[in-house]
């Protein structure tokens, strides 16, 4: 072979592989068979070797932290709030059980038991009846009127009566109920009848009723045998439905009129719950 000048004379080898050109300035690393080609690099990036089978890293902005990312199960319910809604607590929602009922009070209503004693009330409480000693009686009184045997009549006439003021609640039903003591009959009395007026009543259809000084009333008709005994305020005596209604909570006039001369009573109650289908079973109800 004809040989170039400067380069050495070393007869060729029978089975090699004819030498490879090589560039100036370029490494002379015999190239690998079954090795990749290395990626390219560029200047200024760190030089770490890839690892196999993992994925490649995410492109970084410079200037952004460099938090890990969070795994997919603690990712829920983790969406990014403005900053004036991150630290306000979400509004609770009001209990059911404490909303309160269109036209009641913030505070849950009891129903009270009425009960009044002849003997609390005052003298100018009493026109023409009179306060009598009775050891049966609440206080050891009860009041009556004087028996003549004249007629009463009832309201609107200005007959004896007992005034007096009471709290109701609006709302309830209430039943009225009257301890009276049936008298000695004498010429037309049978010393068994009273009227009862209550200011601000309604009926169950919302209708005024029983106003004191007017012609509607309530009737409490006791029996022919003298004695006491705990008779029921109604309409009239074959009335099923007399019960009383306050469209609100307030104070109001109960006035108790005599129906018969020699009639007496000492305890009055209004009833929305414990005596509203039966009379007391007691000779006293307890306030």
């Given at each position: ?116 004693y002849a003997s609390d009330l005052p003298e100018r409480a009493l ?161």
């Open positions: 072979m004809a040989g170039v000048e400067g380069q050495g004379q070393k007869p060729s080898s029978a089975g090699r592989a004819p030498p490879v050109a090589v560039v100036e300035g370029q490494d002379q690393t015999p190239s690998r068979p079954d090795t990749a080609p290395p990626e390219a690099v560029v200047e200024g990036q760190d030089q770490k070797p890839s690892s196999p089978d993992k994925a490649p890293p995410e492109a970084v902005v410079e200037g952004q932290d460099q938090k890990p990312a969070t795994p997919l199960d603690s990712q829920a319910n983790t969406a990014v709030l403005p900053e004036s809604q991150e630290r306000a607590p979400a509004p609770k929602p009001e209990s059911p059980d404490k909303a309160p009922a269109p036209g009641e009070d913030q505070k849950s209503v009891v129903a009270t038991e009425i009960v009044v026109f023409e009846f009179e306060f009598w000693p009775s050891r049966q009686s609440p206080g050891g009184k009860m009041v009556g009127t004087i028996q003549t045997g004249d007629k009463l009549n009832p309201p609107p006439e200005e007959d004896p009566h007992v005034t007096f003021k009471v709290k109701v609640q609006g709302g309830m039903p209430y039943r009225c109920w009257i301890r009276m003591m049936v008298g000695e009959p004498l010429g037309i009395s049978q010393a068994n009848r009273l009227y009862v007026q209550i200011s601000h009543a309604v009926d169950k259809a919302d209708k005024e009723v029983f106003r004191p000084n007017t012609a509607s009333y309530l009737t409490v008709q006791g029996p022919l045998r003298r004695g006491w005994k705990w008779v029921a305020c109604d309409v009239d005596p074959k009335s099923t439905d007399s019960l009383i209604y306050f469209r609100d909570s307030r104070e109001v006039t109960v006035k108790v009129q005599a129906g018969m001369e020699g009639v007496a009573f000492d305890q009055f109650v209004l009833s929305p719950a414990q005596f509203l289908e039966k009379a007391p079973a007691d000779s006293i109800v307890k306030k």
